[in-house]
């Protein structure tokens, strides 16, 4: 498997992206994605049970089919609390996309992130579909990968290739995350292009594996969005030997949990106003949940993440985390061992000393500037 | 009901404190209360797994008898994640206080709160006993109610008296808390005193009902302590007509959750590094729990915690918290009123158009001061 720390397109991709206004900044702001050739989709949306619009459309059309063209994203607006209004304005949008692409509308996924509560600005957006269309090329990912920004500070992406059997396989994620970042994915988008000739429940399969250890696996500040959105799009351009769930699996798997976990760190390495990227393990658990428990527990303790911040290996605020859990850890058979704090990469290592389960959870510290940034975000 | 701004003790209690040098700035740092007559108990502990010494010690002891005659509090070493060796450490410094005041060391319930994970300085604190005994008076309460405080920065005090039959009752109540304080009761110890003759369970039911009100429904950080405690201690001196579950009880379930309330908002106003107080209601909710889970859920954000410290009405943000729940709220029956943020009080108030029921949880803004206090704290 060779790895590259820049998005490269697989076979059959295109993307674009334009500045339609969203943004005051004049920054781009919408994207599109688009395959030639169908495109499987396999997503995980975020738990909320007030999800934004695009949710919902979404989640309607992977009911009606499994067979899509494209992919459209605009950041600066979340499209979020819109009630019936917001779900018109995004199948609206998506009417004129269709319409550029010569597809249906049914062939679209849409997404949107930013800020809750306000209408998209419809009539800018649609303005600017013409050019967007027109800018599709495999190079565009260059610019589709900030268009899906908000505060994120640096760009997300990483592309993998295998082979299966005398084909090359290509796997290219792109994401966005920066605050709000909690298990069960808090505003984080994440897109994931791949030629891969694959069925639907190979890569439902892969993809529930790999967000489990990723994405669901990092926390920045517990709170959860109402966007959150991964997508794994694959069109089959590589002419691959099919790769099922017992056939071919083992190799796409492992390279998509590689693609999901290196973007679920970038997020965790750019989680706003962090100055550390914690890696927390707990061991010795009596099942996999219990042990990702106790380390969120730990990642998501204020009182711990500014120890951090501080430097100050204050070891009670890990005891005091793990004891919030319930779990019934025996005092003395508890282990808790932490790296230089003076370093940017810390870990801390648990051992719960009740079995033989293990997780591994990332997150980073909380400092003045992450409140500095969200006291002022809107 | 009267209602006094201060601690005044109930008839038949004294109070001592003394800096035995556990605090290196010299400040107070042990304190004694001791009541002639025996004590009836009612205590609540955390539910941290990982409880310290004394809560370890105080269950065994409310377990063998209720029959008490003094509390002991030390400040700057929570002697938690001690193991055996804290155990001994309480028992023996137990056994010093019980032999100074000639009562059995099963009749002294002990406390502590500061550092987790270090030994008590055992034979400092002994040393410091026969002047902590000999200062017993009933006006030592205004030393008593600082020797309890850790990063607090005012004392938390309050005396309601009221009649019971022919007698005047006196409940008065002193607590600490500052940071770290979460349902379920971070590191937060209270202690409150009254003069009621009352039964044992008329007690137990008055606390429990006042701290699901009171101290179950702030949170500063959503972090949970090793040491938090509610002590209600009863005397009997007012020789009132006889309280209990049926008879006279409401007038003192009343007077105990005032009491509790108060304290509990204290402790949010004195919250680390707050800059604003906030009163969060959640009404129209399918039963109390859910309004209080989705209450907390608004408390326990980061995100909106540092937009009311910006003074930044970002109402998506409680949106995305109350989504996060996963309370199937309709998004049109939805309503959220936010006060001005420019005021140091802040209320929000959120209908979920589900039910008739409804809670208040109170908490404060998050802000570079917090992390500023616990980056350093050790």
Redesign the interface.
């Known amino acids: 498997m060779r790895v590259y720390k820049k998005a490269i397109l697989p076979l059959g991709f295109t993307a674009s992206a334009v500045s339609c206004g969203i943004k005051k900044s004049g920054k781009l702001d919408l994207a599109l994605f688009y395959s030639g050739a169908p495109l499987k989709a396999s997503c995980r949306f975020?738990?909320?049970?007030?999800?934004a619009a695009p949710i919902k459309i979404n989640k309607g059309l992977l009911e009606l089919n499994n067979n899509f063209r494209a992919v459209l994203v605009n950041s600066g607006n979340?499209n979020?609390?819109t009630?019936l209004a917001g779900i018109l304005d995004a199948r609206g949008i998506s009417k004129t996309v269709a319409s550029y692409l010569g597809i249906s509308e049914k062939n679209i996924l849409s997404n949107s992130t930013g800020?809750?509560?306000r209408r998209l600005p419809v009539e800018k957006i649609k303005k600017a579909i013409p050019e967007l269309a027109a800018g599709l090329s495999s190079n565009g990912i260059n610019k589709a990968k900030k268009a899906i920004l908000t505060t994120d500070t640096f760009t997300k992406e990483i592309t993998v290739r295998f082979s299966v059997g005398k084909s090359t396989v290509t796997i290219c994620g792109i994401a966005k995350g920066a605050?709000?970042i909690?298990p069960n994915m808090a505003t984080m988008l994440c897109f994931i292009f791949t030629d891969a000739d694959i069925t639907k429940r190979a890569l439902d399969k892969a993809l529930s594996a790999s967000v489990s250890k990723s994405f669901n696996s990092i926390t920045v500040?517990?709170?959860?969005?109402?966007n959150d959105s991964v997508m794994l799009l694959a069109n089959g351009a590589s002419n691959n030997p099919l790769i099922d769930t017992g056939t071919n699996f083992g190799v796409f798997n492992q390279a998509l949990e590689n693609v999901c976990l290196e973007l679920a760190k970038m997020i965790v390495r750019d989680a706003e106003g962090a100055t550390k990227f914690i890696r927390i393990t707990v061991k010795n658990a009596k099942s996999f949940l219990e042990a990702r428990i106790a380390a969120l527990s730990i990642a998501?303790?204020?009182?711990f993440k500014?120890?951090v911040?501080?430097q100050?290996p204050?070891?009670?605020?890990i005891?005091?985390?793990?004891?919030?859990?319930?779990?019934?850890?025996k005092?003395?058979k508890?282990k808790i061992k932490v790296s230089n704090l003076k370093k940017k990469d810390i870990f801390v290592e648990v051992g719960l000393g009740r079995g033989k389960h293990l997780a591994t959870v990332y997150t980073s510290d909380?400092?003045?500037e992450?409140?500095?940034i969200?006291?002022?975000?809107?």
Do not use: H, Q
Request: net charge neutral; glycine share 16%; hydrophobic share 35%.
């Open positions: 975020t738990n909320s049970s007030l999800p979340a979020a609390f009630g800020i809750i509560g605050g709000m909690a500040d517990g709170c959860m969005s109402t998501n303790s204020n009182l500014t120890a911040y501080g100050n204050n070891f009670g605020r005891v005091a985390s793990i004891g919030s859990t319930g779990i019934k850890v005092e003395d508890l909380l400092t003045p992450y409140i500095k969200n006291a002022g975000y809107n």
